[in-house]
Structures are given as structure tokens and as C-alpha cells.
């Protein structure tokens, strides 16, 4: 079950109403390049757009137990209302299956409790990450660079990565459009709708 089918109308953005625009290169804070003054993290700033927002839509290649764990979180601690993970690169390689597991759990529990769900691509990789923030069905704000859901959730053996926020109206149409052609039937289907090849004892930590 898709909750943002793509053929619908978007919330397209109304140019003439905004009179700032910022887009601004994010940072990991990981040794040996942490955070210096006036830098911000992935991190920092997808929580601060996330206590803006009543819906989310993210798209990433990878997840780990953790990361995906702490969105779950943070989904039920915030204003969310609607979420949707596309998950990209799952289709033609083997799942983790405690991985799986955790991702079928939370999907079931999102569409239970009627807020969202988990997608996977079907027959093709899909190696993007695109966070959108929405309130009231009009996006303003976007997260988008190398970072999976990693930086949500601390690790053992972090990697650097980085990212622009971006509240450009023409950009932030386009990255939504693009988010919306994921969600097309035939491109994603619902996790629980098709069984990848599953690798048991594997959990890779992206």
C-alpha cells in the first residue's frame, strides 16, 4: 500500500512567497574531521528539520538494525503523522535476515498505527538518499548527499559522510517529484509485498 502515490497533485511550492532561500553543505563530527565553529552536523540538522515537519519521506540505499531502530524512535517522539523509507539497494542482493526482520516489524507497526510504511526497488539498485520534510503537504526543506541512516545512530566504526540542506523551491519540486516517482508501483513495492534472498548472520552497518 502506497500512502503518497505519485499521480497525485504535488504540493508544489508557491515562488512568489519566499523571500529567503538557504542551501548549505552539512558535516559529519567524526575524528579527524570534527566539527568546527559555524559547521553543522547530518545530524543536527535533519532533527531540527524533523521537529518542523508532520511528514517525512526518505529514500537511502542501506540501513542498519541501529539506524533504522532510532528513525522508529524518533518517529513516535516527534509531531510525524505520515512517514514513508524507500530502502534501494536490498532487490538484487542478499538481506540481512535479522535486518529484515526488524524492517517488516516496523512497517507492520507504521501501517498499523496508519502513519506509513517501508518500500523496497524491485529489479534495480537504487543507491540515493533523499530526506524531505513536509508540514501541512508542502515540503520545505531537504536533506541530500552520501549519508544513509547511520548518522542517527552512533557505532563502533563510524564513516564520514556529507550532505546539503537545501530550501530552494524549484530544487525542492524536483526533489520531491523524484521521491514521488519512487513510490510508483512497479518502481517500490511495500516490504512485506515481496521476499528478497536473505544472508542469515550479516548486518552490515551503513
Known amino acids: 500500500m502506497c500512502y503518497f502515490?505519485?499521480?497525485s497533485p504535488l504540493p508544489l511550492i508557491n515562488v512568489t512567497t519566499i523571500c529567503?532561500?538557504?542551501?548549505?553543505?552539512?558535516?559529519?563530527?567524526?575524528?579527524?574531521?570534527?566539527?568546527?565553529?559555524?559547521?553543522e552536523s547530518i545530524r543536527e540538522c535533519f532533527?531540527?528539520?524533523?521537529?518542523?515537519?508532520?511528514?517525512?519521506?526518505i529514500s537511502v540505499a542501506y540501513f542498519s538494525?541501529?539506524?533504522?531502530?532510532?528513525?522508529?524512535?524518533?518517529?513516535?517522539?516527534?509531531n510525524i503523522k505520515k512517514v514513508c523509507l524507500i530502502l534501494g539497494m536490498y532487490g538484487k542482493k542478499d538481506f540481512p535476515e535479522s535486518s529484515y526482520e526488524?524492517?517488516?516489524?516496523?512497517?507492520?507497526?507504521?501501517?498499523?498505527?496508519?502513519?506509513?510504511?517501508?518500500?523496497?526497488?524491485?529489479?534495480?539498485?537504487?543507491?540515493?538518499?533523499?530526506?524531505?520534510?513536509?508540514?501541512n503537504n508542502q515540503i520545505f526543506s531537504a536533506i541530500t548527499g552520501s549519508a544513509n541512516l547511520s548518522f542517527l545512530h552512533l557505532r563502533e566504526h563510524p564513516q564520514y559522510e556529507e550532505a546539503v540542506f537545501i530550501e530552494d523551491p524549484e530544487t525542492?519540486?524536483?526533489?520531491?517529484?523524484?521521491?514521488?516517482?519512487?513510490?510508483?508501483?512497479?518502481?517500490t513495492e511495500n516490504i512485506h509485498t515481496w521476499l528478497p534472498p536473505l544472508e542469515k548472520d550479516l548486518n552490515p552497518n551503513f
Open 102 to 135: 526488524i524492517a517488516l516489524s516496523i512497517n507492520e507497526k507504521w501501517q498499523r498505527s496508519g502513519i506509513g510504511e517501508i518500500r523496497m526497488t524491485k529489479d534495480w539498485r537504487y543507491h540515493g538518499k533523499l530526506y524531505c520534510f513536509l508540514r
Open 172 to 187: 525542492l519540486n524536483d526533489a520531491l517529484e523524484h521521491i514521488n516517482d519512487l513510490l510508483a508501483s512497479g518502481i
Open 5 to 7: 502515490p505519485p499521480f
Open 20 to 39: 529567503w532561500v538557504s542551501t548549505k553543505f552539512l558535516y559529519s563530527n567524526i575524528w579527524p574531521l570534527n566539527l568546527k565553529r559555524g559547521q
Open 47 to 57: 532533527l531540527e528539520e524533523l521537529a518542523k515537519a508532520d511528514e517525512i519521506r
Open 65 to 78: 538494525i541501529g539506524s533504522l531502530l532510532s528513525l522508529d524512535e524518533l518517529i513516535e517522539s516527534s
